[in-house]
């Protein structure tokens, strides 16, 4: 599957921004799908992800702010992001697999391009 990651963007501290991943292909319903980040000079690191069966998982730093959702009819999963920090800045990639939701990037087989997300304080 090939995916395409979009919504980044610079936002002020408390504010909000919504990513969205779409996902080429008719099998997106089979694939479980996550939310990595990257800030410089850090490890790409677990966000949030969403099994084919609509499980969901958060990273502890980002409950209760963001949500994870995806719309199986459109290929695309969303990461609705409140309340940001500049904490939050990263590039943010979604990535792909048939194997379950781990917190690991090495599960993942299929990832998006990354967008950047810029939190001014």
């Known amino acids: 599957v090939q995916l395409q990651a979009s919504g980044g963007g610079l936002v002020q501290a408390g504010g909000s921004l919504r990513l969205s991943c779409k996902a080429s292909?008719?099998?997106?319903?089979?694939?479980?799908m996550a939310w990595f980040r990257q800030a410089p000079g850090n490890e790409r690191e677990f966000v949030a992800g969403i099994s084919r069966d609509t499980d969901i998982y958060y990273a502890d730093s980002v409950k209760g702010r963001f949500t994870i959702s995806r719309n199986n009819a459109k290929t695309i999963v969303y990461l609705q992001m409140d309340g940001l920090t500049p904490g939050d800045t990263a590039v943010y990639y979604c990535?792909?697999?048939?194997?379950?939701?781990?917190?690991?990037?090495?599960?993942?087989?299929?990832w998006g391009q990354g967008t950047q997300v810029t939190v001014s304080s």
């Open positions: 990535a792909a697999d048939r194997s379950g939701v781990y917190d690991s990037a090495q599960s993942y087989g299929s």
């Open positions: 292909g008719r099998t997106f319903r089979w694939y479980d």
